[in-house]
């Protein structure tokens, strides 16, 4: 197998997919980029392994949430987000469409890294509990516990008036 044919295919094929994981996590498209290109970077030198896998979207996937919660706890992190006049661009994802991204970015700020973590995997993403459990680094009940309680937060923050999520997603309940 040619590694790095395989490599520049994969990144043509998934780099939307997570990249809004990636923006969805960060709440921010600068750190999102930055996120991925730092996830891929790190996996590139070991491809062979990562295409080995029965699936590399998965693998590349729990990397990244690995990567952003790691990265939640960094001091240089913090120090960026209080810098002023930091407005980047808002992703022009169909999922901009769906709600205002300042909304989103507010309901989900309040959030572990793990609870938004697994809302992203689970909402934007669709993906079951097991897989999310696989990436995240639990259990499938704990995923559920995750979502649960992040989405009881979230519901606390929602103006009774404010969100109208499209008919038949998994997010329109509740």
Known sequence: MDVEAHFERFVRGSTDSLFRTAVLLTADVGDAQELLQDVLVRLYPKWAKVAATRSPLAYVRRSLVNRYVSG???????????????????????????????????????????????????YFEDLPDDE???????????????????????????????????????????
């Open 72 to 122: 939640r706890r960094s001091p240089a992190r913090l120090v960026r987000h209080l810098r002023e006049g930091d407005d980047r661009g808002a992703p022009s994802d169909d999922f901009t469409q769906l709600i205002d991204r300042a909304q989103l970015t507010d309901l989900l700020a309040p959030l572990s890294p793990k609870q938004r973590a697994a809302i992203v995997l689970r």
């Open 132 to 174: 999310i459990a696989s990436i995240v680094g639990c259990k499938p009940a704990t995923v559920r516990s995750l979502v649960s309680r992040g989405l009881l937060v979230m519901r606390g923050r929602v103006p009774t008036n404010a969100i109208a999520p499209p008919g038949g997603s998994r997010g329109s309940r509740g």
